[in-house]
C-alpha cells in the first residue's frame, strides 16, 4: 500500500509540476522558518543549562524597600555577602564572584584594550567550561594563575597549547605577570558567562579600596552560590533573614531588606530582575517570533488546502474509476493524506537545506551564534512536524475528493457546494487577515524606527568622533575621574589644534543604551529625590551644540564655575519645582556649597525608550557626592572625549585622529566610535525585528498570493460552463474580469478590516516600549490593505484573463 501511494504521489507531482511547486515552496517557506525559530527558542529556553551542577547553582540578589516605599532589586551585591554565606552556612559548598572590569594585556610588545572577570578560585570546578590546555584543578589558586579562552590564545599566542606562557596585565596601581594556567573552549552562546580572560579575586584590593569590599553598603559584582543539594535552596532562604539582620539591621530603620536566590536556569528570561553582568532577554520576543512561526505554517497549510482543492477537478475523472472498480472511500482518504505527507517530507528536506544557508542571516538579525548541527532528537522533531503539517494540509482536501460522487464526476457535473465554498473563503480570507496584519505592523514598526532616527535629540550627534580615554592605576571613582580628566584636557588641548576638527568637549558618560550616573537623596520631609549628572567641561555643550535656555554656560579656566557652578535641565527645574532656578542651590543642605549657573533645553541622554529625567551637569562631581544619600553607576566613568569634525572632512579627520592618538597615547590602543552609531545601535533590537517581520511578511504575502490563486483557479473551474455562457452571448472582457473578480478582492477589504485590531493590539503594545512614539493612525491601516488589494487584484487578473482565453465549446461539450 506505501509503495502504492508512493509510485502515484511522485507520479502525480511530474504530471503537475506547476501545482506541485506552488504546493512545495510553500511549505518549505513554512517548515524553514519552522526549523529556524525551533533553534531560536530551543537556545533561548536552554540557557545556561549546559552545567552539570546547574540545579545547584544560584546567583544571589537583594531586595530594598526604598524611603519612598519603592522597591530596588538587583544581582549586583556586596562582595562580603558570598564570604559569610560561605563561612556561615552548611548549606553552601562554594561560591564565587563574578566582577568585570577593562585593562591593558600585553605580551611580546604587543597591547591589547581587554575585558577581564574576576572569579574565586572555585569557579571551573562550580560551572563546565571545557578546558583544552592545562587542567582546571588548582587554575585559578595562585594570584598569578590566568586562565584565557581559545580564541584569545589564538588572537595572541596564535596557538592553543599556551599552558605555562606568561602575560602582563595592568592592574590597579601597576603591572603584574600571569602565568596561563588553563584554556578553555570559548563560552556557547547559550551562556550567561562570556569571557576571555579570568583572575583571581585576590587582585580585586588593587581596583577598590579594602574597606568597599568589605562593606555591606558597597555594591560592585555579581556572586554565585553551589549549594550541597537542590534541597538546601528553602533552608538556606530561610536562615538568610538572620544574616540582614547581623549585618545591616541597625542601619534599615523599618525598612525591609531581603537576600535571595536565583537559579541560574531563570535568570535569562527573568525580566523582573534589571540586568546585571549576565545578558536578560524579554520573552516576548521570543513569543513574537513563536507566533510568526506559527502564523507562517498556519498559511502554509491553508495554501496547500485550497491548491489541492483548485486541482482536485483535474483528477475527478480518476477518482470516479477508481470507485467505480470498487475502491473504498477510506483508501483514497489515505492515498490523498499519504501523497500529503510525502510532498510534505519533500519540502522538509528542502527546507533544512534553506534554513542551513539562512542560518547566518537569521544569527546577525537575532544576535545569536546558532549552529547547524542535527541531533537525532532535532531530526525526529522535524521529521513529526512534517507529517503533522502534512496532515493537516491534507485531511480536508482528502475527505472532499473522496466524497465526489461517481455519477457526477463522469458527467462532468461537479459543482461545490455552498458550504465548503464558504469553508474554502474563510480559510483565504483568514490567510488575507494575517498577511494585512504583518503588513501593517511592518509599515508601523518602519514609521516608528524612522521617528527614532530622525527625532531631534535635543543636541547635534552628527560628525561627533568619540575617544574613552584609558585610565590605569585607580583605586575607587575619584580617582578614575580625576586621573582620566587630566589625560582627557590633554588630549583635547592637542585635537583641538588640527584643522579638521572644530570642537572638542569632554564627558564622563556617553549616550549608550542605559543611563547616566543617577543620584538620590533625601530632604527634610523625608521625600525622596532622584537625579541624573555627569561630569563635563565647559565645551561639551558648545560640541554638541545643545541650547541654553537660561543663565550661561562653564567658562573656561573659570576656577569658580570648577569648584561649585551647577548646570541642570528643565526637567530638573519641573521635578524640583524651582522658580527662576539661576543663582539658586538644589534644594537640600547636604550638597557642597554651588550655585546652579544655567538652564540647558532638555535633551536626550538615554534612548528614546525613556522620558528625559531631570539631569544636573557638573565640573566637579563633589558638589553632589557629598549630598547623595544613594549612587548608580550604569557604565565607566572615564572620561570621554566628544570631537566634532569639520563637515566634509570625516576620512581626512579620522585619520588626523589616529596618528594624533598615537603620539600622545602609544601605550593606548585607540577605540575610536561614531556618536551616531552609538546611539542607533539602542534600537538595534527593534531594527533587528523589523527585519525579521518584513521577512515574514512577504513570505506570507507569497504564500497567501498563492492561496489566493489557488481559489481563483477552484472557482473558475467551477465556473467554466457560465464563463463559457457568457462568452457566447457577448460578455465583454473587463465585465467579466470584474464579476470573476469581485468576490474575492471584497475577501481582501474584510479581511483589512477584521485585522484592524489585532494590529492594534499588537502595535501598540510594542510603542508602549518607548517614550517618544509616533501615534496609530488610520492611513498606515489603509496603506496595509491597499498593498494587498494590489497583489490580490494583479492575481486574479491573472487568472481571469488566462480562463477567458479558453474556448467556450470545451466548457459547454459536456451539454
Given at each position: ?11 502525480n507531482?511530474?504530471r ?6 506552488i ?10 522558518c ?12 536552554t ?10 547553582l ?38 564565587t ?11 611580546g610588545?604587543?597591547?591589547f584594550?581587554?575585558?577581564l ?9 562550580m ?5 583544552i590546555?592545562?587542567t ?12 584565557i579562552?581559545k ?9 592553543v ?23 578553555v573552549?570559548?563560552?556557547?552562546s ?8 579570568l ?11 579594602e574597606e ?13 552560590v ?5 534541597a ?21 530603620e ?44 498556519v ?40 501523497e ?11 527546507a533544512l ?8 542571516f ?18 525526529l ?10 496532515i ?46 504583518l ?7 518602519k ?16 560628525q561627533?568622533v ?19 580628566w587630566?589625560?582627557?584636557?590633554r ?18 558618560q ?12 533625601v ?5 525622596m ?6 561630569v563635563?567641561d ?9 541650547e ?13 564655575d ?42 536626550n ?32 566613568v572615564?572620561?570621554?572625549?566628544m ?16 596618528e ?16 551616531d552609531?552609538?546611539i ?6 527593534e531594527?533587528?525585528l523589523?527585519?525579521?517581520i518584513?521577512?515574514a ?11 489566493l ?5 477552484l ?16 460578455a ?39 517614550e ?19 497583489v ?9 484573463a ?14
Amino acid at each position: 500500500m506505501l509503495k502504492h501511494i508512493i509510485k502515484i504521489s511522485l507520479r502525480n507531482l511530474s504530471r503537475t509540476r506547476l501545482y506541485s511547486f506552488i504546493n512545495i515552496l510553500g511549505l518549505t517557506l513554512g517548515i524553514a522558518c519552522a526549523i529556524l525559530i525551533i533553534f531560536f527558542v530551543k537556545d533561548e529556553l536552554t540557557f545556561d543549562r549546559f552545567h552539570s551542577k546547574k540545579e545547584r547553582l544560584f546567583r544571589l540578589f537583594y531586595e530594598a524597600e526604598r524611603i519612598d516605599g519603592t522597591l530596588n532589586k538587583s544581582p549586583m551585591v556586596p562582595i562580603i555577602m558570598g564570604d559569610e554565606i560561605l563561612a556561615n552556612y552548611p548549606e553552601a559548598e562554594a561560591k564565587t564572584i563574578w566582577f568585570e572590569f577593562n585593562s591593558q594585556v600585553e605580551e611580546g610588545g604587543d597591547t591589547f584594550e581587554e575585558s577581564l572577570h574576576m572569579v574565586d578560585s572555585s569557579f571551573l570546578s562550580m560551572f563546565d567550561f571545557k578546558v583544552i590546555s592545562g587542567t582546571a584543578k588548582g587554575a585559578l589558586d595562585e594570584p598569578g594563575d590566568l586562565v584565557i579562552t581559545k580564541s584569545m590564545a589564538l588572537k595572541i599566542f596564535g596557538k592553543v597549547e599556551v599552558a605555562g606562557n606568561s602575560l602582563a596585565i595592568v592592574i590597579g596601581p601597576g603591572k603584574k605577570e600571569f602565568i596561563v594556567s588553563a584554556v578553555v573552549e570559548d563560552a556557547p552562546s547559550n551562556s550567561s558567562f562570556h569571557f576571555n580572560f579570568l583572575l583571581n579575586t585576590s587582585h580585586a584590593k588593587d581596583i577598590m579600596p579594602e574597606e568597599m569590599m568589605n562593606s555591606w553598603n558597597f555594591v560592585a559584582s555579581e556572586t554565585y552560590v553551589l549549594l550541597q543539594s537542590e534541597a538546601e535552596m528553602e533552608s538556606l532562604a530561610a536562615k538568610l533573614p538572620a544574616l540582614v539582620e547581623r549585618a545591616i539591621g541597625d542601619d534599615l530603620e523599618g525598612r525591609t531588606f531581603t537576600i535571595g536566590l536565583q537559579s541560574i536556569g531563570d535568570m535569562h528570561l527573568d525580566t523582573d530582575m534589571p540586568s546585571g553582568l549576565a545578558p536578560v532577554s524579554d520573552p516576548k520576543y521570543t513569543l513574537i517570533l513563536s507566533a510568526i512561526c506559527f502564523l507562517i505554517l498556519v498559511m502554509a497549510c491553508i495554501n496547500f488546502m485550497n491548491l489541492s482543492l483548485g486541482r482536485s477537478f483535474g483528477r475527478a475523472r480518476e477518482i470516479g474509476v477508481k470507485k467505480v472498480v470498487g475502491v473504498h472511500r477510506s483508501q483514497l482518504v489515505s492515498q490523498f493524506l499519504g501523497e500529503a505527507i510525502i510532498l510534505s517530507l519533500i519540502s522538509l528536506a528542502i527546507a533544512l537545506i534553506a534554513a542551513y544557508f539562512a542560518l547566518p542571516f537569521f544569527n546577525q538579525l537575532s544576535g545569536k551564534e546558532l549552529s547547524f548541527n542535527l541531533n537525532i532528537d532535532e531530526i525526529l522533531l522535524f521529521t513529526g512536524l512534517a507529517i503533522l503539517v502534512g496532515i493537516l494540509a491534507g485531511a480536508y482536501p482528502a475527505m472532499v475528493v473522496s466524497g465526489f460522487k461517481p455519477v457526477n464526476i463522469l458527467k462532468g457535473n461537479l459543482m461545490v457546494g455552498q458550504g465548503r465554498q464558504n469553508v474554502r473563503k474563510g480559510l483565504i480570507t483568514l490567510q488575507l487577515i494575517l498577511s494585512v496584519f504583518l503588513i501593517t505592523t511592518v509599515l508601523f514598526m518602519k514609521n516608528q524606527l524612522n521617528y527614532l532616527q530622525s527625532k531631534n535629540l535635543g543636541f547635534n550627534r552628527e560628525q561627533v568622533v568619540v575617544l574613552p580615554i584609558t585610565v590605569n592605576d585607580t583605586r575607587g571613582f575619584m580617582d578614575v575621574i580625576s586621573k582620566g580628566w587630566d589625560k582627557a584636557k590633554r588630549g583635547q588641548r592637542t585635537f583641538k589644534g588640527l584643522s579638521t576638527v572644530e570642537s572638542v568637549g569632554i564627558s564622563c558618560q556617553n549616550f549608550e543604551e542605559g543611563t547616566w550616573m543617577e543620584g538620590s537623596y533625601v530632604d527634610a520631609q523625608e521625600s525622596m529625590h532622584r537625579f541624573f549628572f555627569n561630569v563635563v567641561d565647559p565645551s561639551f555643550i558648545e560640541t554638541l551644540e545643545m541650547e541654553m535656555v537660561a543663565g550661561r554656560n562653564f567658562r573656561e579656566e573659570d576656577q569658580a564655575d570648577e569648584r561649585r557652578s551647577v548646570i541642570v535641565n528643565e526637567a530638573f527645574v519641573k521635578e524640583f519645582n524651582l522658580t527662576d532656578p539661576v543663582g539658586k542651590r538644589i534644594p537640600h543642605e547636604e550638597f557642597q556649597d554651588h550655585e546652579i549657573i544655567g538652564v540647558v533645553k532638555d535633551f536626550n541622554f538615554a534612548s528614546l525608550h525613556n522620558k528625559v529625567g531631570p539631569l544636573a551637569l557638573v565640573i566637579n562631581p563633589q558638589i553632589l557626592l557629598e549630598g547623595i544619600h544613594g549612587l548608580s553607576i550604569h557604565s565607566s566613568v572615564a572620561p570621554r572625549l566628544m570631537v566634532r569634525l569639520r563637515a566634509g572632512q570625516t576620512a581626512d579627520g579620522l585619520a588626523d585622529i589616529r596618528e594624533t592618538w598615537n603620539e600622545l597615547f602609544p601605550e593606548d590602543p585607540i577605540n575610536l566610535t561614531f556618536l551616531d552609531d552609538t546611539i542607533q545601535a539602542q534600537y538595534e533590537r527593534e531594527g533587528n525585528l523589523n527585519t525579521i517581520i518584513v521577512t515574514a511578511t512577504i513570505i506570507s504575502v507569497l504564500i497567501g498570493s498563492l492561496g489566493l490563486f489557488g481559489l481563483a483557479v477552484l472557482t473558475m473551474n467551477a465556473r467554466r460552463k457560465e464563463i463559457g455562457i457568457r462568452k457566447v452571448l457577448g460578455a465583454g472582457i473587463g465585465n467579466m474580469v470584474i464579476e470573476l473578480s469581485k468576490s474575492y478582492l471584497l475577501l481582501v477589504i474584510i479581511a483589512t478590516l477584521l485585522s484592524i485590531p489585532l494590529t492594534y493590539y499588537f502595535v501598540s503594545s510594542w510603542l508602549d516600549n518607548f517614550e517618544f512614539k509616533i501615534p496609530i493612525d488610520g492611513f498606515t491601516y489603509l496603506g496595509g490593505g491597499l498593498i494587498l488589494f494590489g497583489v490580490a487584484f494583479m492575481i486574479l487578473v491573472f487568472q481571469s484573463a488566462r480562463v477567458l482565453r479558453d474556448n467556450p465549446i470545451e466548457a459547454l461539450r459536456s451539454e
